[in-house]
Nanobody, 126 residues
């Protein structure tokens, strides 16, 4: 059974940094594409970043490029999202997602991911 557990969210000020973690179990971690999505209040869930070790592909949403970094620690079955220079508009619930079948062209799409975590709240005060 695949389980994804996010952690690391919190309340920070604009300009601060946070690192989110997503611990995965029940997966062959090196074979899975991992991603982060977020959902702000009153908005639809949106893509943030994704990483595929198999294809060597990494993608970022335009809104976070240059500020956020996605990475994996295969020894710990954990994917990270380092978030720097946080802005008020980064406030959202952040979700981790995993897929063993998503193709590169679908790595930014929610429909490509079968497994989801419960989310962790990130609040950035202006």
């Amino acid at each position: 059974q695949v389980q994804l557990v996010e952690s690391g969210g919190g309340l920070v000020q604009a300009g601060d940094s946070l690192r989110l973690s997503c611990a995965a179990s029940g997966v062959s971690f090196t074979r899975y594409t991992m991603a982060w999505f977020r959902q702000a209040p009153g908005k639809e869930r949106e893509f943030v970043a994704s990483i595929s070790q198999r294809s060597g592909s990494i993608f970022y949403a335009e809104a976070v490029k240059g500020r956020f970094t996605i990475s994996k620690d295969n020894a710990k079955n954990t994917v990270f999202l380092q978030m720097n220079m946080l802005k008020f508009e980064d406030t959202a619930v952040y979700y981790c997602a995993a897929s063993s079948t998503v193709i590169v062209s679908q790595m930014r799409s929610q429909s490509g991911y079968a497994y989801w975590g419960q989310g962790t709240q990130v609040t950035v005060s202006s």
